[in-house]
C-alpha cells in the first residue's frame, strides 16, 4: 500500500444534534480518520460527544475551528439553513466537505452551494447514506447478476408511526414540526436518491400529499408515483402517521417488492431479502448485514467509502451533482401534488 494512501486524514465536525451520534459512532470505527475537534452552539452537547468518541477539542466558533485546525475535511451536520456559509468558508480554505442533508432550504442554494466547492477545487460529498444500506448494495449486486433479469417495478411501503399525537417528533427531531415540507424534503429525498441508484433517471413523477397531524406543519402522507428513462416505474407509499407492526420501524423504514422480467424479490422490515425467480419456489438471500448504528450500520458503509476516496482520489457516489439531481426530482413531486397532474423532467 503506497504511503499516499496510508496517510491519516484529519477530519472537524461541526454540529451534536440527534443524527450526529452515529456519525461520530462511524468515524471511531475508521482507523484512517482522526476527528481532531468539534463545534457546536451547545457546549454541553458537544461535550457529551467528545467524551463518549474521545473528540479532543472544543470549539464555540466553527470558523476559528477551521483555521486553527487546517483539517483536511469537515463534517458538517447543521441545520439546513446554514451548510451555505460553512461549506463557503471552508471551501474558502481548501478543506473537504461532507455535508448532511437536506443540503439546504430549497434548489437555489443548494446549486450556490455545489458549484462553490466546486470552483474552489475541493471534493464534496452529500451524506445520503440510504443506498449504503446493505440490503440495497445486495439488490444492486442481484441485479447486475442478472438472475431474476431486468428490474420493471419497485413498490415501497413506508409507515412511521412517529407522526401522528400531540406531541409528535418531539423526543427525536422536534424541528419536523415547524419544517414548511416534511416527508418528501426530509424522507422521501432518500427514497428518490435509492429509486435512482437501481432504476436510472427520473422522467415523471405524480403525487398526492397530505397532511394528518394538525399540530405540524407540512406533510407527512403521500403516494407518489415515478417513471425512469429505462421504461421502470416506481410508487413510494409513505406515511409517518400511521404505524407498522415491527420492532423496529426504523431499520428497513417499510417493506418493498422488485418486480423484474425473471421473477421478482421483496425485503421486509427485518432485512430478510427473498428471490423468486418465475416459476419456482422463493429462496431466502443470505447477505451480510446487521442492526448496527443506523439503518444497517449505512453511515459508517458511506464514510467508509468517503474515506477512502479521499485517499485514493478516484470519484465519489453521492457528490454533489448527482444530490442536484435528486433534488430537480423532490421538486417536481412538490410541484406534481399542487398542480395535481404529471410533471416530466428533462
Known sequence: IGSKRMKRLKGVAMGAGYFSRFQYEAWSRIPEVELAAIYNRTEEKARTMM???????????????????????????????????????????????????????????????????????????????????????????????????????????????????????????????????????????HFVDTFRYLLGEVTEVYAHLRRLNPVIRGEETGQVFFRFAGGATAIWDANRYNEVESPSPRYTFGQMRIDAMGGHLTLDTESNIRLKPLGQPGIAIDYPHENANFAGDCVYALQRHFAERMQSGAPMESTGEDYLITLRVVDAVYESARRGEVVKLR
Open 51 to 189: 467524551e463518549r468518541f474521545g473528540i479532543l477539542r472544543y470549539y464555540g466558533d466553527w470558523r476559528e475551528m477551521i483555521d486553527r485546525e487546517r483539517p483536511d475535511f469537515a463534517d458538517i451536520i447543521t441545520p439546513p439553513e446554514t451548510h451555505e456559509e460553512m461549506c463557503a468558508y471552508a471551501a474558502s480554505r481548501g478543506v473537504h466537505i461532507i455535508c448532511q442533508k437536506p443540503l439546504a432550504p430549497d434548489f437555489e442554494t443548494s446549486r450556490r452551494i455545489v458549484e462553490t466547492a466546486r470552483a474552489s477545487g475541493v471534493r464534496f460529498m452529500v451524506h445520503e447514506n440510504w443506498r449504503w444500506q446493505p440490503w440495497y448494495r445486495k439488490i444492486r449486486e442481484i441485479q447486475q447478476s442478472g438472475g431474476i433479469g431486468e428490474f420493471t417495478h419497485i413498490h415501497f411501503l413506508m409507515r412511521m408511526g412517529d407522526g401522528w399525537g400531540k406531541n409528535a417528533y418531539l423526543d427525536r427531531q422536534p424541528f419536523f414540526r415547524d419544517y414548511p415540507r416534511l416527508l418528501v424534503y426530509e424522507t422521501g429525498v
